[in-house]
């Protein structure tokens, strides 16, 4: 009949895998986790009007919207791309226009 301490050898070889596999899941699968939620959030944000950058380098405003087809128009010209919702790296920061206050002569 096992008696406490062959209980207490079997727990102690199986600890390591166990303190290894709730390390891996916190260092690893949890942070990956936040970071695809995240980027689902934003995906699943973007409006008409939001100007976003594709995993292409494609860099534009969107103009249309359906379902997860988007369509943004990328220059002047108005040269329009159509691209999946998977496509898009992010939004692109609103540009923010500062007022310099003038410069004032040396004399």
């Given amino acids: 009949m096992p008696n406490a301490q ?26 990956q986790r936040k970071r695809d939620k995240a980027e689902r959030e934003m995906r699943s944000s973007i409006a008409v009007g939001d100007e976003i950058s594709t995993i292409g380098g494609f860099i534009g405003k969107v103009v249309n919207i359906k379902d997860d087809v988007l369509i943004i128009e990328t220059s002047n010209d108005r040269t329009k791309l159509k691209i999946y919702r998977w496509a898009i790296r992010g939004k692109e920061a609103e540009p923010v226009e500062t007022v310099e206050a003038p410069k004032e002569a040396n004399k």
């Fill in 6 to 31: 062959s209980y207490l050898n079997a727990i102690m070889q199986f600890a390591p895998l166990v303190i290894l596999i709730v390390l891996f899941y916190f260092m690893l699968i949890r942070p």
